[in-house]
């Protein structure tokens, strides 16, 4: 807790490990420091060590009365959302701490004979950036790889104009010699130059192909070497040609990401302006019962540009979420009663391409991310299981909930898994996961009773172990799995000196929509009544997904562990031809591995959604 309140420790607590940008704010709502990291919890937790030492951090951290973050795809995106953010606010400990330093471009001069150069500043001169990049040595590096494929000049004016006859470049074939008469035409020389633009503009697969080509032929003449070049070649023209998510084209645009779950719902701004993410906020809208998800999205869109129509400037064009949110909107009915609202034309979509899709995926990961803390703050928390001792009418406060849920593909590599609740939220430390093993493949009722064995006779032999048993333990399931939870339970007598949990049942309404749960009582078999906006079955249903998703997760990890094949084979819609192409394209399984989607959308008889199966297979693992 610092001087101003703010309660670093519940923050830090739900606070994600995905990359992005910290900003710190003090009592007045000033933005007093803005920093990025590769892992956002490690990073700012490092603020409230106790052993703290530098005089300046311990004065900032003393002033800190509020923080926000903004979850991006990559470090280095967090990297340029971070230098957009410090030249947007010019917090007063960044300019004492950190070099404000522009980010670097590739230039491409508007001469008669343009020339590749690295640009850093102002752009003054007439002709073509592309960036900005994160590094300069990425850049330096790029030039000398794209003068390796593009025979166009990198010297300076000075030098072009003095020369009588080519240079070195001109003999290592690096440059078709624009300076001396005779050598090349004009129009040989401006073709190389818009195949130069073209790659960085990612128009490049006619040059990965011949790349591609010439790696294969050296690989069948046994020049393993030569073929490693190649390879490392692609890999770094295609780390030249990555587009980032944080800065653009986009002039005037308004992102707008939605996520509902557990009664709440969470809508993410992000705020493009002159290319880049000028700002970012997560709100949570009250929401009535029974209230659809386009009649949410709806009403908070005309509240929030309405409340806002006098102190912000509207964008041109509004990108709503890919989600049925934006689908349910009735584009001849609601956007024009918005667009009427606002009093001027307002273009809205929620289809895109390129950069403006990949700014909807990042303000749905926000708004993904808001929610997800949302759900878990320990005022949530309370207020949820305060409603739940009222509905179960229990003598005393809960203090531990577990709930067991099963996983398994056909059968195979069954897993259980039991997540644990405590009165602040999840409880991941005391998270346990079960590999089933000796049943018949399939029987989730096996593997259930297997589960609670192994997880609760190991606790009767112990004091520890005795005191960790739940007030409440959930199954993820109708009768049946709660049938052997009550097998289980029943051999259970005082001479063990230990309580049986209160046994509940979770089963899955029709179509399995939320809201539609069933809870049964263990014994009489008695359904609970809740209503779909209820907060007890709120709770449930958050504890209920935290253990599916416990359990999904460890049995992808045991599925892929046991594979001995490569990853790429276990993907469907990946044959021989497509797993070579990838491989070839990218420079090796770990590339293919890192690659983001619009890298392995590049690679021919690669679709779309090909890519975002390949994509998530591998952080799935």
């Known amino acids: 807790m610092t001087d101003t309140g703010f309660n670093a420790k519940e923050f830090l607590k739900h606070l994600t490990h995905q990359p992005g940008v910290y900003r710190m704010y003090d009592a007045d709502g000033v933005v007093i420091y803005v920093g990025k990291a590769k892992d956002l919890k490690k990073r700012v937790s490092s603020y409230f060590r106790s052993n703290i030492d530098v ?106 104009r003095a020369r009588s006859r080519p240079c070195l470049q001109y003999q290592l074939k690096r440059c078709l010699a624009p300076c001396v008469e005779g050598y090349c035409t004009d129009a040989e020389y401006q073709e190389q130059v818009e195949l130069a633009k073209a790659f960085l503009q990612g128009k490049n697969q006619q040059v990965i192909d011949q790349l591609v080509t010439r790696m294969e032929q050296a690989s069948t003449a046994l020049d393993f070497e030569r073929a490693a070049r190649f390879r490392d070649q692609i890999a770094a023209m295609r780390k030249v040609q990555e587009r980032n998510a944080v800065t653009g084209n986009q002039q005037e645009l308004d992102v707008i990401g939605f996520a509902r779950r557990g009664g709440i719902a969470a809508v993410h701004m992000l705020f493009i302006r002159e290319g880049a993410i000028q700002g970012s906020r ?153 590999n089933i093993k000796g049943i018949t493949p399939g029987d989730d009722y096996a593997a259930m009773a297997q589960a609670l064995q192994r997880r609760f006779d190991a606790a009767l032999l112990s004091a520890e172990g005795k005191a960790a048993i739940p007030d409440i333990l959930f199954i993820d399931g109708g009768k049946g799995q709660l049938a052997q939870a009550e097998a289980y339970f029943n051999d259970w007598g005082d001479e063990q000196g ?64 046991v594979r001995r094949s490569s990853r790429l084979e276990d993907i469907p819609g990946i044959g021989a031809k497509r797993r070579q192409k990838l491989l070839q394209n990218l420079g090796g399984l770990q590339e293919v591995k890192q690659a983001s989607i619009d890298q392995l959308t590049a690679v021919p008889g690669i679709s779309r959604e090909l890519a975002e199966t390949i994509y998530h297979a591998f952080r799935d693992e």
């Open 282 to 434: 997560s709100y949570f809208p009250k929401v009535p019962a029974n209230t659809e998800d386009s009649e949410v999205l709806l009403a908070f869109m005309l509240q929030f540009y309405l409340n806002d129509k006098v102190g912000r400037s509207l964008p041109r064009e509004i990108i709503l979420p890919e989600s049925n949110a934006a689908q349910l909107l009735d584009p001849e009915h609601d956007l024009q009663v918005l667009e009427q609202a606002l009093a001027q034309k307002v273009r809205m979509t929620h289809n895109v391409r390129g950069e403006r899709k990949q700014y909807q995926t990042l303000a749905q990961k926000n708004a993904l991310n808001a929610l997800e803390s949302k759900l878990n703050q320990e005022n949530t928390m309370l207020l949820r299981l305060s409603e739940l001792e009222q509905v179960l009418d229990l003598e005393k406060p809960v203090q531990r909930m577990e709930c067991f849920d099963i996983s398994h593909t056909m059968g195979q590599e069954t897993v259980a898994s039991c997540v644990v609740f405590d009165r602040q939220g999840p409880k991941k430390s005391d998270y346990r996961r079960f």
């Open 55 to 160: 005089p300046k951090t311990q004065t900032l951290v003393k002033q800190i009365a509020q923080m926000d973050v903004t979850v991006t795809n990559t470090e280095a995106e967090a990297l340029i959302l971070e230098n957009n953010f410090i030249k947007k606010y010019r917090p007063r400990y960044n300019v004492l701490l950190r070099d404000d330093k522009s980010y670097p471009f590739i230039f491409v001069s508007g001469h008669q004979h343009p020339r590749l150069a690295f640009h850093r500043g102002t752009r003054r001169e007439k002709g073509d950036y592309f960036g900005p990049f994160p590094s300069g040595v990425a850049v330096r590096e790029s030039l000398r790889l794209l003068q390796k494929i593009f025979p166009v000049r990198q010297c300076e004016d000075a030098y072009y």
């Open 498 to 561: 230990v309580r049986a949990p209160l046994l509940i049942g979770v089963a899955k309404g029709e179509s399995r929509k939320p809201g539609l749960e069933t809870l049964i009582l263990a014994g009489s078999h008695q359904t609970v009544p809740l209503a779909a906006d209820a907060a007890a079955l709120h709770l449930v249903q958050h504890i209920r997904d935290e253990s599916h998703r416990f359990a999904i997760t460890g049995h992808r990890q045991r599925r892929a562990k």
